[in-house]
């Protein structure tokens, strides 16, 4: 039985094909590969290559298109050198010193249509609820997220589901990151206080917002606290009046009264003439019910010569 022409040509064209896709493989798996391997060893940096599986892959390409799929990898990478492979000229390009500091007017347009993400959710116009939620994303989130867990309960599911997602990626960072940081903790010398310090002021920047369950949020302000803890006994001067009001707002907030009146005592040792020193007992004394305590401490704070606020003043005329 003897084949027509045509069949014989298309045999052929096989052939040919199947000799070229051979060639490619092999000189590509054998030669090329191994060449790359070693010509990125010798420079000590990653240069970018085909790997094995690229030239089997483009193997069976050939092999399942004959001639199209030969032609357009061979096409693909003539385009290749004459584009991307060849070295860029920068004779003509002028490197200067100065720095340039460029100046956007301000999108008044937008401003004026930017309205906090917890109304937004409250009016539960999916629109605007959606618009608020990309720009909130868009920036530095951390502050953000116990307006985004209210977002969950959100009627419009993009929006909730937008939410969550966001969420759940930052507390997992969260949880990682406060893991290295207490190990830090525990490795380092007894006159290092990196590790509490980053730790103190990163978990108060998130516990504040109160977005964990209440068994998590006792365990991280348990962290807070033995961090207070070991910073203290390190260092007591790195305490500042911030970190001592945090220590004793998060452990308040957990009923922890017995650290936190702790903390409020050693605060009212290193700063007696800082307002958060009173502040932090009146709260602590008022949770507790004390009220001859709390009268006593409110009277000490009127006749002390520490400068007080509105909302401490605001208090002072409730009570008095």
Known sequence: MTLAKDERIFLVILLVNLVVALCYLLTGV?????AHKAADREEGEEIPYDNRRTYLLRFVVMILCPVIGPLFFFMGHVVYLLTYGRDADLADVIFGKERVR????????TERNIIPLEEAVLINEKKNLRMV????????????????????????????????????????????NVQKLWIGVKEEDIGQTECEEMLLDYMDRILKQHIFSRQEQWKYVGILE?????????????????????????????????NCAKWCERMAGQYPDELASYTCRLKLLFAANDREAFFETLKDLKKSHVV????TLELIRVFS
Request: hydrophobic fraction near 40%.
């Open 133 to 176: 939620m990309m720009n909130v994303i868009r920036q530095d989130i951390k502050d953000s997220l116990a307006a985004l867990f209210l977002a969950l309960d959100s009627e419009d599911s993009e929006s909730s589901h937008y939410a969550a997602a966001v969420l759940s990626d930052e507390l997992n960072k969260f949880r990682v």
């Open 308 to 311: 007080i606020d509105n909302e």
């Open 226 to 258: 033995n961090a207070a803890e070991s910073l203290y006994g390190k260092d007591v001067s790195k305490l500042t009046v911030e970190r001592y009001t945090q220590v004793c707002l998060r452990t308040l907030e957990c009923r922890d009264m017995e």
């Open 102 to 109: 460029s100046r956007m007017k301000a999108d008044e347009e």
């Open 30 to 34: 054998l030669f090329l590969v191994p």
